[in-house]
């Protein structure tokens, strides 16, 4: 038997304390191995990560990089949670979207796990019409139904109102959300709504309808804009208030206002920032709540999606990764719905397989590990804390800058808010042109010979307004010319790795050159002579010491065997080499060049 000392069992005891500082002398030390002469501060900055708004990650958060207090679940701020319980009685709702309702499907999701709906009914969507069939069977009392109707909310609510009728639901035990978005609605169109019908539904829900809302602050507009976190979180702040006013001038009071809206935001793979974006979220509408003199009614709630601009339209099963990651940030960041977009979303109309997957994803994240028994598990983090804190000080002050410009309405008429996200998005692309940004599947390990699932064309989505942007875009136009070309000529553009020397010197720039060419659906030869490859082109690969022996003759030699431009992996300047492909140099422009002198159109 083990017996312990008096004290107890101290597991640091006979370890002194470290300091930041002789943690920075440590870093600065690894640092200058790699040539980098950095100390104290600076050593750490080395190792920081720049993010969008302005905001930097660091390496290493202690006690020292202090944020405010968030409060306790179900009390002001609400950082922690809106609701006293969050969600461990029995995880967040599990949101299941239909543009389209084959027979049975809608049951079959509300059988298997799913637990309400979401129905784009109307223009792209399910027609007014057709809502009594794709509910038919569903028991109304029991799963909750959001709409997203456009310009046809009155005419949709409608019809949701008169199958509560027909289906004798008591009042009191609907839930759900009739969708209403008159601004979210001009960002997709450019086209405005009036509101007196939206407030006319409001005060509906308020006296008829006690769990079922009325509008949604929809800020996925913004996201799919290219917008930053920040922006998002601005805008829907700018969005919500513009709700409020509205609401209160036809007459409704502030807290019964508050009471109609729930809040749409986008879930990425970067897990924290998703996390601290819905706890700022929850923080920042806490506050207008409290300066609208109703602090007691500021709990937001919350519907997470999982960003359409992270989807892949090639290898698109590497989407459910991309979709668990962001669902389990949505729910330890507090997401009181949650809605898993089918891994082939970018592709159209997803089939059974895809929504089976899509509705397990939460279903395993919530049964098996058990994210929501503990309420807001990543709170007390420093780096959560630190990193909710920056974000709710950056959309807070884009939501003041919208303010002073006249409202959400003003600068999105007058195209400030177009101009604001498409400045981020073209920063955005500079990274994932250069690969800083990779996308896997996509810019790094794409595979050539996939064969993608078909699947039936989605409805056209609403248009007109701000632009809906992919990750992946600049890099599909690529592909797109590569798959013309195949089909034109049966083979696909070609280029030719020449090694240099050992395995062990050029397998490192053969694989990054295989990888970049690839990204542009150009398909890399490494075997035989360059004469015997079919390509026009070639990439010397290896280390920088062979290369100032061997560079310019084997260049030369590529020439007078046909090549017609020879690049260099690395950087250099030898003769005979006639471009660069390195880490961090524009893959795009590089990719798009090569193509054009290929005559892949």
Known sequence: MTVLPDDGLSLAAEFPDATHEQWQHLVAGVLRKSGREVSGEAAEDALSTTLEDGLRTRPLY??????????LPGFAPYVRSGRPEGGTGGGWDIRQRHAAAPDGAVLTDLENGVTSLWLLVGQGGIPVSGLARALDGVYLDLAPVVLDAGREVPEAAAELFRLYDEKGVDPKAVRGNLGADPLGFEARTGESLDFAPVAGLARR???EFPGLRALTVDALPYHEAGGSAGQELGASLATGVACLRELTEAGMGVEQALGQLEFRYAATADQFLTIAKLRAARRLWA???????????????????TSPVMMSRRDPWVNMLRTTVATLAAGVGGADAVTVLPFDHALGLPDAFARRIARNTSTILVEESHLARVIDPAGGSWYVERLTDELAHAGWEFFRSIERDGGQAAVLRSGRLRTDLATTWAERSRKLASRREPITGVSEFPFLAEKPPVREPAPEP????LPRVRRDEAYEELRARSDAHLAATGARPRIYLATIGPAAAYTAR???????FQAGGIETVTEGSFEESGATEAVLCSSDALYAEQAPGTAESLKAAGARHVFLAGRGEFAGVDGHVFAGCDAVAVLSETLDRMGVS
């Open 462 to 465: 609403p248009s007109g307004g």
């Open 62 to 71: 202690t006690a020292r990089d202090t944020a405010p207090d968030p409060g």
């Open 287 to 305: 506050r207008v709540a409290e300066v609208s003199g109703a602090p007691d009614a500021g709990a937001q709630v919350q519907h997470a999606v």
């Open 510 to 516: 053969a694989g990054f050159a295989a990888n970049l």
């Open 205 to 207: 829900c308020a006296e």
